[in-house]
């Protein structure tokens, strides 16, 4: 129950951020542009930092890469002036669209295990059928998402 609740509040905050279209990253980053185009120098934004010009530049060239800091994003921001947002977002859209498609590939492989078994006995089934046992057994993973899960 305390996992479903939680899911919940993470769908509706995923529901909002995923109606925000996908931009491209920019090359330098954002904090140059940023300050650039609001005609802020780097001596100005480290000074609101208070960092030093030389560390803010070795920021700013990190950024692009992918080297900084969470918190020093969110520093940033705070100087100027700005609201500092990360997500992680499904690539399948939603938490629960991506707890089936987990549960579908185990359901899958579970399946075809025992059925690679009854092949040996000489128990073959239908593949309508091993569909209908895979759907079945998708469903149920669902509803325990046992810890196995994601193994």
Known sequence: MKRQILKDSLEVRIRNFSEVPELPPLRSGWVRPLRTAIGMS???????????????????SREPEGNVTIAGLRRIA????????YAF?????????????????????????AHQTMLLEGQAVR???????????T????????RNLWD
């Open 42 to 60: 780097l001596r100005q934004l480290a000074s609101r930092m208070g960092v030093s010009i030389q560390n803010l530049q070795a920021l700013e």
């Open 78 to 85: 705070e100087s100027l002036d700005m609201d500092f947002t």
């Open 89 to 113: 977002l499904p690539r399948e859209g939603s938490l629960d669209a991506m707890i089936r498609k987990q549960a579908e590939s185990k359901a899958r492989e579970l399946v075809e295990r």
């Open 127 to 137: 593949e309508e059928l091993k569909e209908t046992m895979i759907r079945k057994r």
């Open 139 to 146: 469903e149920e993973l669902i509803q325990r998402i046992p």
